[in-house]
């Protein structure tokens, strides 16, 4: 059994999570910015969605919108911090860059229409109209590639020098 540096693949948990979670912190206000630009400029309202699928997805009784803007947030913003663990572990496992980012995009996705399809409050996107389409897959795109570029950078600094090197690079042992 090889011995590992400080900081490889199964060390370092505590620390990984919590670059993960900062990276998703990050990317979820980075989306979240850009939604409130666009919706200035567009005036499309707030989506519900999230809360209704926290709501739903904890059992809770149903309430209007004005009363669910905390689920609305807890989700929105939960949701990417926690998610932002998994691109981490990407990027701990060598899948990092762009690529690795594009992969984690599609991860958020899969996430967010798999709760909100589970639970009966939302629709498969194939089915929205395309202007809300291309929304979704814009917001979540920066929210993947901010919290990708957070990670990457958090994952590679955290490694000792000669511990780090990209998949396929000359230096890889």
Sequence with gaps: ??????????HGSAELIMQGLLAGLVGVAAMTAAEKLEQAITGRPNSYVPAHTLERLLGLPRRPDRERLGLNWAMHWGQ??????????????????????????NVRLLNDQTLENATGVGAPPWTWPVNEQVIDLLHKAIYAFATGAVVDGLVRQGRHHGADSERGSPGRR
């Design 80 to 105: 990417g911090i926690l998610l932002g663990v998994a691109r981490a572990m990407m990027a701990r496992s060598g899948i990092r860059g762009p690529v690795g980012s594009f992969i984690f995009l």
């Design 1 to 10: 059994m090889r011995n590992r540096p400080k900081g490889d693949v199964g």
